[in-house]
């Protein structure tokens, strides 16, 4: 549970972007519109195209990286630049125009209880569907995420989360890079830590633009990725942090 009142916290939003020129000043606008003055920091993720320069002009922090690096290690970055200038709360947003900023009041208001909360699409707002490999695997995923958090978690690969100082501290010194670490091993991470997490429901659309993450291909392999990721991440030691001890 924080020690501090949300509202008197100071709130980074944390945008990861690879290629988004088609959506991240939108993005930008849209956050700007729903929380007037909060900062933003969009960490370019090795782009080729526009994506750096149009989010400078529309008002947003930028932290280029030279290589891609994927989303965990792009979130580790905005962790480490909010523990270095003193920020209490990050919100991941994603600069693809999935996530609605009208939710974060929401997400903002469950750090009140939370060390972490989750914007769930699944938690009965909204009409967000997943089919396939991809939704057996989410299933899956929630049910063991529940029975380890001692809580009930419906979106575990959900990207809209918001986190407060003990999270924030725990994920500056090491937030995992492979794939589905940004989620998965990160969760595991968090448990491992005592961190409370918790979930709202939100609203959650298509991207408005770019090309998605996934393929037909890619999500008939996700279920088995997802369970050895998974796996991986319950047998792997946990690096020490001032958060608890080490695993």
Same mark, same amino acid.
């Given at each position: 549970m924080q020690s501090t009142a949300v509202a008197t916290q100071r709130v980074l939003i944390v945008m990861p972007a690879l290629n988004e020129s088609g959506s991240v000043a939108d993005v930008i606008a849209q956050v700007n519109a729903s929380m007037p003055g909060i900062d933003i920091l969009v960490v370019d993720d090795g782009s080729v195209d526009q994506t750096a320069r149009l989010a400078r002009e529309a008002g947003a922090r930028v932290a280029r990286l030279s290589v891609n690096l994927g989303v965990g290690g792009a979130l580790r970055t905005g962790f480490r630049y909010a523990v270095a200038r003193g920020y209490d709360v990050v919100v991941q947003v994603d600069a693809d125009g999935q996530h609605d900023p009208e939710e974060l009041k929401a997400l903002l208001a469950g750090l009140e209880e939370a060390d972490i909360v989750i914007g769930s699409r699944f938690a009965g707002k909204g009409s967000y569907k997943a089919s396939g490999p991809r939704k057996y695997a989410m299933v899956v995923l929630s049910f063991v995420f529940s029975r380890l958090a001692k809580t009930k978690l419906t979106d575990v690969t959900s990207g809209f989360k918001a986190m407060g100082p003990r999270a924030i501290r725990m994920f500056a010194e090491y937030?995992?890079? =492979?794939? $589905?670490?940004?989620?998965? =091993?990160? $969760?595991?991470?968090?448990?491992?830590?005592? $961190?409370?997490i918790a979930e709202v429901p939100v609203v959650m659309g298509e991207r408005v633009a770019g090309t998605p993450s996934h393929s037909p291909v890619k999500s008939a392999v996700y279920l088995g990725r997802a369970g050895l990721a998974l796996l991986l991440a319950l047998i792997r030691r946990r690096p020490a942090t001032d958060s608890s001890d080490s695993a």
């Open positions: 937030y995992p890079a =492979e794939y $589905l670490g940004d989620t998965v =091993e990160s $969760l595991v991470m968090a448990i491992r830590g005592q $961190l409370k």
